[in-house]
């Protein structure tokens, strides 16, 4: 694609979504991350940030080859997002709870890649593909995070 020629409506909506979701998980973990006391867990959680950032650095790519505008993050949401964590670990730090609020952002993710693919059909094979492997990805997340539980 020559980086004058700008992409589909459609392509450029799977993108920026599957930036978006990326960005709240790694800020889901950024919050989190200092309340879990399981190694084990911490190493699982770490990884999942570097996956998320490499796919959301995909993403932002395409969109900046395409001449596409980022999705840029809300200071509300943000804080809704940051202050949902620490309140639902505020009581409960345990390594199972932790696990669970993880399974729910994934779970969350999961949705909203395929609410976005489901409405974007014609998207095209990258943007598609990608998304793709970030449900397989998040799957794998709970799949992985449900033995802490």
Same mark, same amino acid.
């Given at each position: 694609?020559k980086?004058?020629?700008?992409?589909?409506?459609? +392509?450029?909506?799977v993108?920026?979504?599957?930036?978006?979701s990326? +960005?709240?998980a790694?800020t889901?973990i950024?919050? /989190?991350?200092?309340?879990i006391?399981?190694?084990?867990?911490?190493?699982?959680v770490?990884?999942?940030?570097?996956?998320?950032s490499? /796919?959301r650095?995909?993403a932002v790519?395409?969109l900046l080859?395409?001449?596409?505008k980022?999705?840029?993050?809300?200071?509300?949401?943000d804080?809704?997002?940051?202050?949902?964590?620490?309140?639902?670990?505020?009581l409960?730090?345990?390594?199972?709870?932790?696990?669970?609020?993880?399974?729910?952002?994934?779970?969350?993710?999961?949705?909203?890649?395929? *609410? /976005?693919?489901?409405?974007?059909? +014609?998207?095209?094979? #990258?943007?598609?593909? #990608?998304?793709?492997? #970030?449900?397989?990805? +998040?799957?794998?997340?709970?799949?992985r995070?449900t *033995?802490? #539980?």
């Open positions: 694609m980086p004058e020629m700008r992409m589909k409506s459609q +392509e450029a909506a993108y920026r979504e599957i930036q978006r990326t +960005e709240n790694m889901a950024d919050t /989190i991350s200092d309340k006391y399981d190694d084990q867990l911490a190493m699982q770490s990884r999942q940030a570097l996956q998320y490499e /796919i650095n995909q790519e395409k080859q395409g001449n596409e980022l999705y840029h993050s809300t200071y509300l949401s804080l809704a997002l940051k202050g949902g964590m620490h309140y639902n670990t505020l409960n730090t345990s390594t199972g709870h932790i696990a669970e609020l993880m399974i729910r952002e994934s779970s969350q993710g999961i949705v909203a890649m395929n *609410k /976005i693919l489901n409405h974007n059909n +014609e998207a095209g094979e #990258l943007p598609t593909a #990608l998304a793709r492997q #970030l449900i397989r990805f +998040e799957e794998q997340n709970i799949e995070l *033995k802490y #539980l």
